[in-house]
Nanobody
Framework: QVQLVESGGDSVRPGSSLRLSCAASGFTFSDSPMNWVRQGPKKGLEWVAVIWNGGGNTYYADSVKGRFTIHRDNAKNTLFLQMGGLEPDDTGVYYC???????????WGQGTQVTVSS
């Protein structure tokens, strides 16, 4: 089945680190740009980061730049988001998505919950 399955979400304290994972199946992962997108409790959807296929260049939202790192393991069809220096504003459901963020996301995972609170 074509799907993305996120894992690794947790409830943590400010300043903590977490690594989210996204297992991909049913498509050629190595040929696909991959993203993390999040939705906070009161906020709309926010694009977080993209890692391109091919050269694997990365781009980040200003809100997470310097704190989060997106990376991928093409051999394992897995996408990661390494999050450090977590803040309460990082709270939300994190989705991995397939697609070009300038065009469209054609596949979404079900999301994993990240809660940052003191």
């Amino acid at each position: 089945q074509v799907q993305l399955v996120e894992s690794g979400g947790d409830s943590v304290r400010p300043g903590s680190s977490l690594r989210l994972s996204c297992a991909a199946s049913g498509f050629t992962f190595s040929d696909s740009p991959m993203n993390w997108v999040r939705q906070g409790p009161k906020k709309g959807l926010e694009w977080v980061a993209v890692i391109w296929n091919g050269g694997g260049n990365t781009y980040y939202a200003d809100s997470v730049k310097g704190r989060f790192t997106i990376h991928r393991d093409n051999a394992k069809n897995t996408l990661f988001l390494q999050m450090g220096g977590l803040e309460p504003d990082d709270t939300g459901v994190y989705y991995c998505t397939k697609g070009n963020p300038a065009i469209l996301f054609d596949l979404w995972g079900q999301g994993t919950q990240v809660t940052v609170s003191s």
